[in-house]
C-alpha cells in the first residue's frame, strides 16, 4: 500500500494521492477523444500504481481485446483476444503476479476493462485503497468519454442543423422569387426532392372539400383524365380535410388508428398505385386552408422525423408563397382607382364652408392620433420565476443519505449543516488507521532504544504515510456533513425523502435560493423584440394577487432564439421583480407585460401593416 501510495507523490513530498487523482482527472477531462482518454488512463493509472503491466480490453462480442498495453508485456497483450473468463484469473506471463480489473462505463455500459499487475509484494498484492484508486481513474474515464461523445454528437447536431438551414434557405428563395402561382406549385414539388425521398409528389389547391391536383413531381403537364391522379386528389382531399399533418408510416403495418383508418378507406387504392407510405401536409394559415403537399413513396418509412420537420417547415413556405401568388393575381387595381377618381370629384363638389370643417376636424384627429404618445407595452409569453440567488447543493463525497437536517421552506444560514451521509465505516477506517500511526509510533520509539537507526527511519515513513491516511479520511468525515454555501431558503420539495438513498459525488441534493428579489424569465415575439430595452418597466401579476400589479425592471436580453424552427420564433427577456414582502413564490402563474419606447394611435395601428408591405415589397422586388 505504502509503495503505490508514495510512487504517486512528486519529489518534494507534499502532493498526495488526492493531489495526484485529482490532476489525472483534469487530464482526462480536457482530452475530446475517447482513445486519447484510453491513452491517458493507460499510462497514469500504471504511474499511480506502480505496476508492471498496464492494459486495457474492449469488449467485442464474447470475447475481450488488448487495444493497447504498458509495461513488460506490452508487445505480447497489444492485440490478443482472449475471453471475458480469462480475465478473472491470471494470464499466461503472469505468474506469481497480484492483478485487478475495474471497468470503464459510459452511460451505464461497459466499454472498456482496466487491468493492471505487478508482483506480490510485502502486503501480498493490492489492497482495498488501490483498488478504490483504480475503480474511481476508471469511473472518471467514463464520465470523461461520456463528456467526449456528448460533445461529438452536438458538434455534429450543429452540422446537420446547420447544412438543413442552407436547403431550406435555398428552396425559399426558389420558392418566393415569383408571384406566377403555377411557377410556385411547379417549383415546390421538384424541389422538394432536396429534402425528402419519394417516388410520387404533388400539390393541390383545397377548396369546398375537393382537391385540385395543380402539379406533379418531374412531370411538365397533368392528365385529368389519368386513374392514379384522380386517386391521388382523392386521397388529398380526405388529408387536406384533417386540417393536420398525416403520415401514413406502412400501409402493410398501421402504427396508429388514424393510419388503419385511412388504409380501411382507401387500401384497395394504395394498393392499386403501389402506395406503401406517405406524408401528407395541409397547407393552412390563419385564413383557413389553402391546398395540400403529398408525397408517397413505395416502400414503408419513407421518411424520418427529421426530415417530416423539414418538409413541414417548406409547407409553411409554400403556404406563405401561394397567398401572396393568389394576393397578386387577385388585386383589383382597376376598380380600386375608379373608386379613389369617384371620391375625389365629390370631395371637390362640396362647399368651401363644409371643406374647411372637414379639414379642420381632420387635423384635429391626425394630431391626436399622432402627437399624443403613452409605453408601448408588449405581452409576455410563458412568464417563469425562479429565485435570483440560488445554490444547488452536492456531495463532494458518495454515500448514503443518512440525516436530511432541513425541510421544505427552512431559513438556513450560510454555513450551516443541510445534509449528513453515513459515515461510520470511515470513522472506523479513521480510527483504524490512528491505531496504526500509534503503533508505528511506538515501533520508531522501540528502534531508538535500541539504537535502530534504520528501523526507526522505517517506521517513522510509517508513520507518516499513515497521517497522511488519517488525514484523508478526516476530509472525508468533515464532508459528510454536507452544508449551506449562502444564506436563504430551502426550495426543494420534500427533501426528507431522501434519507437512505445514496447519493453520488456531485448530486443534486437540495436547492437554497433567496427570494427577496425573484428572477423572471419571459419570451416576446420576435415582431417586438426590437422594442424591448434593458432598463424597460415590466409590470405583472399572478393569479393568487390578481388585485396586486408588481413592478421590476428589464435586466438582460440574451441573443438566443426560442421555439421550433416551423413556428414563429421567440426571444428571451431577463427581468428582476422585488419582492421584500414575501407574496411572490417560484412557480406561481404569472401575466407580465414590458412597457417600451413611447408610441401614439398611430404608431401602434400602422406598426403591423408597414411591416407587412415592406416585406410584401422585398419579396417582390428583392
Known sequence: MLDSARSAIRADGHTTVTDALHEVTLELFSADDPAEIAGILLQRAGRLLSVRTTSIWVPSEHEYICRGAVGDRREQLTGAQVEASELTAAMPGEAGDAFINAGVAVDGKLVALLRVSRPFGADGGFNDAEQDLLRQLTTAAGAAMAKARRLAASEQAASDSSRDLAVLTDMSREIMSTLDLDRVLRSVVNL??????????AIGLY????CDIRAVAGAEAIDAKDPRLKDLAVRAAWAAGRGERFYLSDRTDSASDAERTFVQIFGADLERDDTGSGLYLPLKDEEGIVGILLFEATRGEMATPRQRELAEVLANQVTVAIRNAQLYRNVPMADALGALAARKQALLALPRRRKLIYATSTLIVIA???????PLRVSGLDPVF????????????????DRVLVQEGTFVRRGWPVVHL???ELRADRAAAAAAVAAAQRAAAIAAAHNDAAGERLQLLRVDALQREVDVLEQQIRAATVRSPIEGVVLTSRPEERVGTHADPGELLVVVGQTDSLELDLAVAQEDVDLVRVGDEVRLRVDALPQRTFVGRVVALPPVTLGAANVSPRFPVRAVIPNGEGLLRPGMTSYARVLTTPASVAGRVLRSPIRAIRLLWWRIWS
Do not use: N, Q, Y
Not at 368 to 374: C, Q, S, V
Not at 386 to 401: E, N, T
Open 192 to 201: 422538394a426532392s432536396r429534402v425528402l425521398s419519394f417516388d410520387r409528389g
Open 386 to 401: 425562479r429565485s435570483l440567488r440560488h445554490a444547488d447543493i452536492r456531495p463532494a463525497i458518495a454515500g448514503v443519505v
Open 207 to 210: 377548396e369546398r372539400g375537393a
Open 368 to 374: 391626436a392620433l399622432t402627437l399624443i404618445r403613452w
Open 422 to 424: 453515513r459515515d461510520d
